[in-house]
């Protein structure tokens, strides 16, 4: 047989044995295939479970034995008490030990081996079963590039499993069992498979897998081209395999029609394996390596700020934030945590987003974290509040959308590993540039730094923790700069124009032009529109003055007031008219000795961004004026620099009640803002209750139209029932709890004055054709009370002595309540008189029985009647002195086994059919006595029939010879 290419796993629970029996039953023969079946079997039960499905299919069934081979065409069966799993084709099986509190997930283990064992090989199959069991080993499966069947929930008995399975969104197929046989055979038999991954290295195939992922991004806005080469063709020739289509052409066409199929293709590329604690050795390195220096670092109240990348269904982002709030718990820290969770799968951070999880994570979570950090909700487990609102999910693309920064610690596992080594390295790069100088970064088991292990310190080498070193910074970091690059700035001023790119990028020539500048030019500040300073050349500290308190960026708070008014004029005329500005002879009286500067403004303005800048020159040496600029002399002047005080102090103190203004309106603004929130919140609620309301009149009219069906079906009902009562001739009267006349038929007047008005009166005050001791009501009350029938024969007053039955009965709703009493009269006037003719006939046949049981008595013939099974019903007192037997000790005894033992049961039978054959018998016999010797006799034997001429019963007259 051999070993097998592919190998299913099965995985069943309750209502299981018949979703096995109609797979298999409809299982074609599949070359190269072995099944595995994996159930939940209690430790005491001996399976029969080979023996009941060995007659469904034509394939070998064996229960799995430890260390066993797997070959093709084989079923293999779980035996009870044992976990299995498969490695290097080979089944291994190991005790189940019961822990309390955690969960045996046998077909979660089962599959996740299978994933790691066949690969794309793998294909897991979801029967009837409660639970969730199967679900975490499904996306192994997926993630290795396997195939998943799922049972229809409407066609299991027991829908948990299914429905676990199928909530995932990455089930291949949903079919009934009867179907995924077919589903199989189809699969594996696809030329896609077979394909090696040579032949997709062909130009032509390479440039239809790049066309197939471009569809991909048109549809889904994700480009998946840096992703590694044999990830994406494995996935895709999967797909072909699904659809049953033949090649990457045609997939291509389908794909251009089918704008859904690049959406599961884009799910499918992006499958990523996670669960809570994943690793758990890794955690612990984790939080007795890291969290120690990491917590040490920050003050009191300081925030811990973590990126997940890749979070995909948010188990990790959950798992580090439970991790740092113990940490915090244990150490009586008082940090806040802020766990920002990015992953580009939209679908995944839904479920990350809900922080639902199914109750298969028992076997990831001990016992006392799931008690802390979770809340059961039915099969599910939610995780708390506290912990859900530490973690923020975002839909990110790391490769191309801008990083977080300040982070703390960085964990990003089993990412890497898809992509590129460009890719990679972009990314890592991103990484250190979003860590704080003491951030740690978390990788997966199987992924390195490469290249750029240069710009990290190794904490654990096997669990792949890295410390941020400070030194050199990667391309990407030293590229990211929140400040205005100088060399834009440079590119505006004469002569630079003509520098080669090449020195415009270098960043040490960078440097050599910083340096030039502070010792050649005098002192300089850039600032914006907003009068922010945005760049420092030189020495400025003789003009700028950092004053006490928040520290303020405004050019016009920083500079000194000697040239503050200047300045400010400048500045608005540098910016409005786009002109130099120079003011000359300012005089700084602080200055020791106090000096004359002047104060060149230019603007500046770049092309590409439309950006305004002012630089502003502080030169205290008298040079040529530039021509293009407006010179303005300064001239000192005490009382205009009094008004002037006196001015700004007016002016602050008007700025301080504009900016309190501001700021209430402000507070008004955020009120209004709240209050708009609350109503546009209202506003919901009342489309809410409009839409509630919509579906309520919906079902109003539906239930309307149903209650108005079931009218005029009573409608009918009550004419038919009125109908039924006035042509009965049973009268029949019902009354309430109270004894009062609710209903009665016509039938009834004849035997007791009733009248329409009489409704509702009580059946005391009615006379009848009874006699008087015939008290209606006493028997109705008693009825009521103890719920008994009662029946009575009773004979009118009248002249004609009619007889009646009157039967008291308990009124009884559907719903099983008394609700009074039903009276029933019926005429049984007739019966009677039948029974008096009966009864005299029967006196005379008892008559006649009896003389003919005396000439009976006096023949000297045994003459014995029996019914039709042989049992004796007669036995005259000539039989009686023959055999011995008195008739009491005969009568229902069976006449062969009496008179004729020592025939065997063939002979007694073929006697029997014989008489009821022949109906009469003559010949001589013999007969055994109750001494025990055998008689001599001459019988005849007949059979008589009743009216339908069937056999009735068999007559022997037996003499004695």
Request: net charge negative.
């Amino acid at each position: 047989m051999g070993k097998p290419t592919f190998i299913a796993g099965v995985g069943a629970s309750a209502g299981g044995l018949e979703a096995l029996e109609h797979l298999f039953k409809n299982l074609p023969q599949v070359d190269g295939l072995a099944l595995i079946v994996v159930q939940h079997l209690s430790p005491d039960y001996k399976s029969m479970m080979a023996e009941l499905l060995s007659k469904h299919t034509h394939l070998s069934i064996q229960t799995a034995v430890d260390k066993v081979e797997v070959e093709s065409n084989n079923i293999y069966l779980i035996p009870p008490k044992m976990n299995m799993t498969i490695f290097h084709g080979k089944l291994y099986l190991s005790e189940i030990h019961h822990v309390p509190g955690n969960i045996n997930l046998p077909i979660d283990t089962f599959f996740r081996s299978l994933a790691d064992d066949y690969q794309d090989k793998a294909i897991a199959i979801v029967l009837s079963g409660t639970g969730s069991d199967g679900t975490r080993g499904i996306r192994a499966i997926k993630e290795t590039g396997g195939l998943v069947i799922v049972q229809k929930e409407t066609s299991a008995k027991f829908d948990g499993m299914p429905r676990s399975a199928i909530a995932t969104g990455l089930v291949d197929f949903i079919v009934d069992t009867e179907e995924i046989g077919d589903v199989l055979s189809r699969f594996i038999s696809h030329p896609a498979l077979v394909l090696k991954q040579k032949d997709l290295l062909d130009p032509k195939e390479e440039d239809y897998i790049f066309r197939i992922l471009v569809e991909v991004k048109k549809n889904t806005g994700v480009d998946f081209t840096s992703y590694k080469r044999s990830t994406v063709s494995r996935r895709i020739l999967r797909r072909l395999s699904v659809h049953q289509i033949e090649n990457l052409e045609n997939y291509l066409k389908y794909l251009e029609i089918n704008p859904k199929e690049s959406d599961t293709l884009y799910r499918e590329l992006l499958i990523g394996v996670t669960s809570f604690f994943r690793d758990s050795p890794a955690f612990l390195a984790l939080k007795e390596k890291v969290l120690p220096g990491l917590f040490a670092s920050k003050d009191r109240g300081d925030q811990i700020r973590v990126w997940i990348a890749g979070c995909s269904t948010g188990e990790e982002a959950y798992s580090i934030a439970i991790l740092l709030k113990e940490y915090i718990r244990e150490n009586q820290l008082y940090n806040e945590v802020k766990v920002f969770a990015t992953d580009i799968d939209s679908y995944a951070l839904k479920t990350a987003g809900a922080g639902m999880y199914p109750d298969s994570i028992l076997a990831d979570i001990p016992e006392d974290r799931l008690r802390n950090y979770f809340i059961k909700r039915g099969r599910y487990y939610q995780v708390t509040p506290d912990i859900r609102e530490c973690v923020i999910f975002a839909q990110h693309n790391i490769t191309k959308d801008p990083p977080f920064s300040k982070i703390d610690l960085i964990s990003c596992r089993n990412l890497l590993i898809y992509l590129q080594t460009e890719a990679q390295k972009k990314i890592l790069s991103t990484f250190h540039f979003a860590l704080n100088t003491n951030g740690f970064l978390f990788l997966g088991s199987s992924e390195s730094l490469g290249d750029l292990s240069i710009f990290f310190e190794e904490v654990d080498p096997q669990w792949k923790i890295f410390h941020y070193k400070v030194g050199n910074l990667p391309f990407l970091a030293q590229n990211v700069s929140t400040e205005i690059p100088m060399k834009s700035i440079l590119h505006k001023s004469p002569g630079f124009y003509n520098l080669p790119q090449a020195f415009q990028d270098d960043k040490t020539l960078e440097k050599l032009f910083s340096r030039i500048l502070e010792e050649y030019l005098p002192p300089c500040v850039v600032v914006n529109p907003a009068l922010q300073v945005v760049h420092v050349i030189g020495d400025v500290n003789e003009y700028l003055k950092i004053k006490p308190g928040k520290i303020k960026f405004d050019i016009l708070q920083l500079v000194e007031n000697q040239i503050k008014i200047a300045l400010s004029s400048a500045l608005r005329k540098c910016f409005e008219e786009n002109l130099e500005i120079r003011y000359s002879n300012l005089t700084l009286d602080e200055s020791t000795p106090p000096k004359n500067i002047d104060l060149i403004l230019r603007p500046i303005t770049f092309q590409k961004t439309q950006s305004n800048y002012c630089i502003i020159i502080f030169d205290s040496h008298s040079g040529p004026k530039p021509m293009s600029s407006e010179v303005i002399e300064y001239k000192h002047d005490e009382n205009r620099d009094r008004k002037l005080v006196e001015l700004e102090q007016e002016l602050e103190f008007t700025r301080e009640n504009l900016q309190s203004s501001i700021e209430q309106l402000e507070t008004s603004n955020e009120e209004l803002q709240a209050t708009n929130e609350e109503l546009l919140a209202a506003n919901e609620e009342l489309q809410s209750t409009n839409e509630e309301l919509q579906s309520v009149n919906e079902e109003l009219i539906t239930l309307n139209s149903e209650h108005q069906s079931k009218i005029n079906e009573l409608s009918e009902l009550y004419n038919d029932m009125n109908n039924l009562l006035s042509s009965t001739e049973i009268g029949t009267i019902f009354l309430d709890r109270d004894m009062r006349i609710r209903k009665f038929t016509p039938a009834c007047q004849k035997i007791i004055n009733l009248m329409a008005a009489d409704k509702g009166r009580p059946i005391s005050h009615i006379s009848h054709r009874f006699p008087t001791d015939v008290l209606l009501q006493k028997y109705a009350e008693e009825v009521l009370d103890t719920l008994i029938p009662i029946e009575r024969n009773v004979r009118t007053i009248t002249e004609d002595h009619k007889s009646y039955l009157i039967k008291f009965l308990p009124y009884r709703t559907l719903e099983n309540h008394i609700q009074g009493v039903v009276i029933t009269f019926v005429d049984i006037t007739e019966l009677k008189k039948a029974e008096e003719v009966a009864k005299k006939k029967e006196e005379d046949i008892l008559a006649s029985l009896s003389t003919r049981a005396e000439i009976l008595d006096n023949v000297p013939d045994a003459v014995i009647a029996c019914d039709i099974n042989f049992k004796i019903i007669s036995w005259n007192r000539s039989a009686q002195l023959i055999f011995g037997y008195s008739e009491e000790e005969v009568l229902q005894r069976d006449f062969f086994a009496l008179l004729k033992p020592f025939l065997n049961e063939e002979e007694r039978k073929a006697n029997k059919e014989n008489i009821i054959k022949n109906e009469h018998i003559t010949g001589h016999s013999q007969a055994k006595s109750k001494w025990g010797n055998l008689i001599n006799v001459y019988l005849i034997k007949d059979v008589l029939f009743d009216k339908m001429g069937k056999p009735e019963k068999i007559v022997t007259i037996m003499k004695k010879l």
